[in-house]
């Protein structure tokens, strides 16, 4: 079966300090992957999603990127975190059938 | 810009009453999702619909998708505290990608 391994799970980090989270599959290839954000309290925000290596596509103008280097890995960076960033991050995995799966989701408190 | 309205964004209801919450839209899905997600954790899924009109319940949950598989709705009978959480719908469009769009969720607090 499909799994979603993400990491951080908790991070605190001071306003302009760069932000890194990973997410890495397993038990498939070539998912889509997705990014997601959560205020606190509210649903789910999609940030980008990719449908491939080095293919990033992005719903919301902001100071965050993502990157997929490799057809197992999504990464969610940001050079310089803002107050606003803090949130409830969530990497998701789905596949054509529409099954989804998910990652353990990272907390990022930003001072 | 596809947008999947989920209503009432809180709901605040005694032990015992029933409630529903309404996902809808114009776009048309593939499939329709809702979950449950408690707080610092991810959702959970707790029921797919797939054909227009069709109806699934899981114990005192009902859930409906919309004919024109549009819409969706989610019944809960002789609501319980466990009950209590953040409610969401996500709709699945299958074209020549793969898109999930997200409901707002419904927060959702049953006192005792």
């Known amino acids: 079966s499909q799994t979603i391994h993400q990491w951080p799970a908790t991070l605190v980090q001071p306003v302009g300090s760069p932000l890194s989270l990973e997410c890495t599959v397993e038990g498939t290839s070539n998912p889509n992957l997705y990014w997601y954000r959560q205020a606190a309290g509210r649903g789910l925000q999609l940030l980008f999603y990719?449908?491939?290596?080095?293919?990033i596509s992005s719903e919301v103008p902001q100071n965050l990127s993502a990157s997929r280097p490799q057809d197992r890995q999504f990464i969610l960076s940001s050079k310089k975190l803002l107050l606003s960033d803090s949130g409830f991050y969530l990497c998701l995995g789905g596949r054509f059938s529409g099954e989804l799966f998910f990652g353990e989701g990272s907390r990022l408190t930003v001072l | 810009t596809q947008l999947l309205e989920q209503s009432p964004q809180f709901l605040s209801i005694q032990e015992g009453e029933n409630l529903t919450v309404y996902c809808n839209s114009s776009s048309v899905f593939s499939s329709l999702q809702w979950y449950r997600q408690e707080p610092g954790e991810g959702p959970v899924l707790l029921v797919t619909?797939?054909?227009g009109g069709e109806v699934k319940k899981l114990k005192r949950l009902t859930f409906q998708f919309g004919d024109a598989r549009k819409d969706s709705s989610l019944h809960i009978t002789a609501a319980q505290p466990g009950d209590t959480g953040l409610y969401l719908c996500a709709g699945a469009i299958y074209d020549s990608n793969y898109q999930l769009i997200w409901g707002a969720g419904t927060k959702l607090i049953i006192k005792p």
């Open positions: 619909v797939v054909t």
């Open positions: 990719s449908v491939g290596i080095g293919q």
